[in-house]
């Protein structure tokens, strides 16, 4: 396992800083935002004109409105063009990626001149995108409520149209995420990127944490009627209808006893092994 502290060093030392390294550690983040607030950032990845290379570090996603935006421009530029593609250098950066591009700021500058401090980029706001081939497409970006603010980065343009305090709960996404997988070693999710929070994204495996299949009270589906099988083959006998009920955990719970379990009623991986069960 690799944790985001070794791919740095190893970008460091190989002189290439490639984000795209915490791409699952990165789909973790996203989604995670969508959770604390649902819908936050949209995927803009199958709009008409977009060229997308599919490079790991690409995650396609604005905030609705800047989306929205986006496609005005696409719409007239195609109408002037119609084989005009759009070509994305970057969009939307988790956390994860401007903790990369920071810290490899701060011990390499000539390898990244300049990075701003996680939770400050308003590619973080998901309210920017860099466009490859931004002469063509500046007129209709700027016709259609972006901005650019000049030649030392051209091909940046930022929109307006949205939340500027995404970026924090990106952070605050990171920091929920950490507890969820680290309950003993809780930071506080304040959306505050201190030194803390950054030591634990050092430590963090950039293919994301491992999900831990749990199965519990309220859960259905095909898991469920298999857990309810086994439980009425070895002798704690429920209805087999697929619903984890009241009925299915206290059958769990006796299982759970007989096994020296801690008998909680849920089905983590434990109890799935005894139960003879492989997802
Ligand atoms: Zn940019």
Not at 166 to 188: C, D, H, I, M
Not at 215 to 235: C, E, K, W, Y
Request: net charge positive; aromatic share 8%.
């Amino acid at each position: 396992m690799t944790t985001v502290k070794e791919a740095i060093e190893a970008m460091i030392r190989e002189r290439n800083v490639e984000t795209g390294r915490v791409s699952g550690l990165s789909r973790q983040i996203i989604a995670q935002m969508n959770t604390l607030q649902t819908g936050i950032l949209v995927n803009f990845e199958n709009l008409p004109g977009i060229n997308s290379s599919g490079a790991a570090h690409l995650n396609l996603y604005l905030q609705t409105g800047a989306k929205e935006a986006l496609r005005a421009a696409l719409r007239s530029g195609i109408a002037q063009q119609p084989s005009l593609k759009m070509t994305i250098n970057s969009a939307f950066r988790t956390v994860a990626q401007q903790h990369i591009l920071y810290r490899v700021y701060q011990r390499d500058p000539k390898l990244i001149p300049l990075a701003a401090k996680p939770g400050n980029s308003n590619h973080e706001d998901g309210l920017a995108i860099d466009v490859n081939n931004y002469n063509v497409w500046k007129p209709y970006l700027l016709a259609n409520g972006w901005q650019w603010l000049g030649g030392n980065d051209p091909v940046h343009f930022f929109n307006t149209n949205g939340r500027d305090d995404v970026s924090t709960l990106g952070v605050k996404a990171f920091q929920s995420l950490w507890n969820r997988y680290n309950p003993t070693e809780r930071v506080t999710v304040d959306g505050n990127f201190g030194d803390q929070t950054a030591a634990k994204m050092d430590r963090c495996p950039i293919g994301g944490f491992a999900v831990v299949n749990v199965f519990r009270l309220g859960d259905n589906g095909a898991v469920v009627t298999r857990i309810q099988q086994h439980l009425s083959n070895v002798g704690f006998p429920v209805a087999v209808n697929g619903l984890f009920d009241r009925q299915t955990k206290d059958a769990v719970i006796k299982f759970q006893l007989k096994q020296g379990l801690a008998a909680d009623g849920d089905v983590g991986p434990m109890t799935l092994k005894l139960l003879g069960i492989k997802l």
